[in-house]
């Protein structure tokens, strides 16, 4: 059976005991969940939610890493310290990343190569603004953002790497893309994917859709051929709408 990979991003949200508390809940209402399921709290929170899940199926995922692996970079938060702290995923290029913090490809590429290096899986996000969809640069842009953020990537390191297609406009709006619409970039995710490693390998890629999922859009998403999983928001950051995420079917 297909098994989806559903991820919350809980952003810049919760203190270290609202994260804990949140994550004690999830671990006991997703206990034997059929999906893999990850959450990624604050760096702050990482160590004590990492505690929480000892003896869970729920991963531990970090919202970013700096580019290098140490050394004098203030306010970086390194990949060994990840892997320290039994963290699996991280979530790379994310929009609010790309935006608010100008992260180009070549730094995102960067982070991936690294994280892959020490073994931590990277969900490299991918996603278009209104104005390039508008504007007829859709392919142009995931297209670009999927090879660059894959450069120097070879195809047995591409199992572990998760793209996560996330159109700007939809993430944090309440506008979801239609799962029909998701799943023809998906295809189109999956197309660039096999021009640089092949059908099938472009095929086991997790693609996951984010953008507004809610417990109520999720089954129409998840059953479109392309979507493989979700990246969660804002839904991430309470049982009552996570838990029926994950456990959409
Ligand atoms: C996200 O930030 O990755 C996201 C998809 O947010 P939301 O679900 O809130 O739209």
Redesign the pocket.
Known sequence: MRSYFIAG?W?MHKTVAESVALAKELKDKLAGCSEKVLVAPAFTSLAAVAEVLKGSSILLGAQNMGPEEQGAHTGEVSVLMLKDLGVKAV?LG???RRHSYLEGDALVNKKVLLALKHGIEPIL?VGETLEERESGKLEAVIGTQVREGLKGVDEGSLKAVTV?Y?PVW????GKTATPEDADAVHAYIRKVLAGLYGEQAAKAVCIQY????KPDNVAALMAKPNIDGA??????LKTESFVPIARFR
């Open positions: 991003n952003k979530i994310h929009s609010e996000c996560a996330e939809a993430i944090g709006t984010g953008g507004s999922v990246l969660v928001g804002g839904a991430s």
